[in-house]
């Protein structure tokens, strides 16, 4: 290419056009129920709705002590760092779901 070429020259020269609805992507479909309070979190929703903190707590708590007995056991240095961010990770989730936890009963005392 010479420089005169390379004036003038856009990526877009290189590339065709992609597709704009990828197969994965699949179409956004309306399920009739606008009327739905769920803005979009439904599986955080169900575990609000179905699970209580303790149980939460436990669960993660599990996972937690699951990760460090695995970064206990790992010899690859790699290993022992993807444990401890999954540690905090989880940390962050906990701290999260009490939050959540804590706004629903808040949200509940103020409606009565």
Known sequence: MSDKDLESFKIGDTHQTGISNPVGAGVATDSGDDDAPS????????VLENETPETIGEKLTAMISDLEQFE??????????AAQKAIS?????????????????DLQANAE
């Open 39 to 46: 803005v979009g979190f439904e599986r955080i929703e169900t």
């Open 72 to 81: 206990g056991e790992a010899s690859a240095q790699k290993d022992k760092l």
């Open 89 to 105: 990770a989880i940390e962050r989730v906990a701290d999260l779901m009490d939050y959540l936890f804590q706004t629903k009963s």
